[in-house]
């Protein structure tokens, strides 16, 4: 596959012609709706003619992913598994992302491993995680026998539309941490859809849905992409991309990262579910745009976690993604590397 580099970039004017093809003066102003969800923020903005009514479905839809697929909310249906409690009934969103993960786990040759959970808290990044130093290698090796997404299975019960979770390892530990946020915009957009919302943009933690136009700018969604060497507090991005029907998720580690107290090595969030290391590596940053955003979550924590010419060779065989992978090279320089179809996304200058 041909690689190009993105340049950078950026500001879109439309014409006259097209902002009057949409007459943006004669639609009202975008709905706006902001919450707290799942430890980080969520944002909808959308066009409708007549008010849209959220915020009780939106808690709704929270409420119904906190309790049973968050790791970080005690008696979870989630954590009932993890705990070994037996006969614990999941329903259809549950099967939904649990096969999805399957699908992502299949194509990325168990990069992207949903039961790395007992890896990921011994480096206290998890729920259960109170770790603040790299784990030893022994500690790892004992680790790395619970880890294996085909050691698990989604069965159905005798219960209508009511599922359990079989595993052939006792003590594995599932997380959909890594795709939580993707999926959660998945059902909301999706509640948007039930509604008849043509035209908006759900953003949770920075993962994102976009349907239909801004209408007030006449334009596609404008969205940017953090720079990964920009400082603490500051908002600067390498590139803005135009969206529509789209969505994205991206993953990063020059945010989520320690220290160890004992040798000053530094440590990062994305463990690798094959070796059991949480090591920086050349790839710094992905973008993963996909049809639905819980697998471009999913993906784009898989990006994070392989060697860049795994990426290189894995995106030969996924047509249907388009992504940008930021890495140093061998001289510390920051690069940027796409998919040959990413730069129809990209806002050019004119």
């Not at 920075?206 to 992409?225: C, D, H, P, S």
């Amino acid at each position: 596959m041909k690689y190009s580099f993105l340049i950078l970039i950026v500001l879109l004017f439309f014409s006259c012609k097209e902002k009057d093809s949409t007459e943006v003066a004669t639609f009202p102003e975008p709905q706006e709706f902001v919450g707290q969800a799942i430890g980080t923020t969520y944002s909808i903005k959308l066009f409708a003619e007549d008010e849209v009514t959220l915020k009780s479905d939106v808690d709704s839809i929270i409420d119904m992913f906190n309790n049973s697929m968050s790791t970080w909310v005690k008696g979870s249906l989630i954590n009932r598994i993890n705990a070994g409690e037996d006969s614990v009934l999941v329903g259809k969103p549950f099967k939904e992302v649990f096969e999805q993960a399957q699908q992502v786990y299949r194509k990325t040759d168990g990069y992207f491993d949903p039961t790395v959970g007992n890896l990921v808290n011994a480096y206290g990044f998890g729920a259960d995680g109170k770790q603040e130093r790299i784990p030893s290698q022994k500690k790892i090796d004992s680790l790395k026998k619970f880890v294996g997404f085909h050691k698990m299975n989604i069965v159905p019960s005798k219960v209508k539309d009511s599922f359990y979770i079989k595993s052939d390892q006792k003590g594995m530990y599932l997380e959909f941490n890594a795709i939580a946020k993707g999926t959660l915009v998945d059902y909301m957009a999706r509640l948007l859809d039930d509604k008849g919302v043509e035209n908006y943009l759900v953003e949770v933690g920075g993962e994102l849905v976009t349907k239909g136009m801004n209408l007030k700018r006449g334009t596609k969604w404008a969205v940017g992409i953090d720079d990964p060497n920009q400082k603490p507090g500051e908002r600067v991005y390498i590139t803005v991309l135009e969206l529509s029907n789209n969505a994205m998720a991206g993953s990063g580690n020059y945010r989520k990262f320690k220290i160890d107290p004992d040798s000053g090595q530094e440590f990062v969030h994305t463990v690798n579910p094959l070796t059991g290391k949480a090591q920086p590596s050349e790839v710094i940053g992905v973008n993963v745009i996909a049809k639905n955003c819980t697998l471009a979550d999913g993906f784009a924590t898989a990006f994070m976690a392989m060697p860049l010419e795994k990426s290189r060779m894995l995106l030969k065989n996924l047509p249907d993604l388009d992504v940008v992978i930021m890495y140093t090279d061998k001289n510390g320089m920051l690069k940027f590397e796409t998919t040959p179809d990413f730069e129809k996304f990209v806002k050019q200058a004119g």
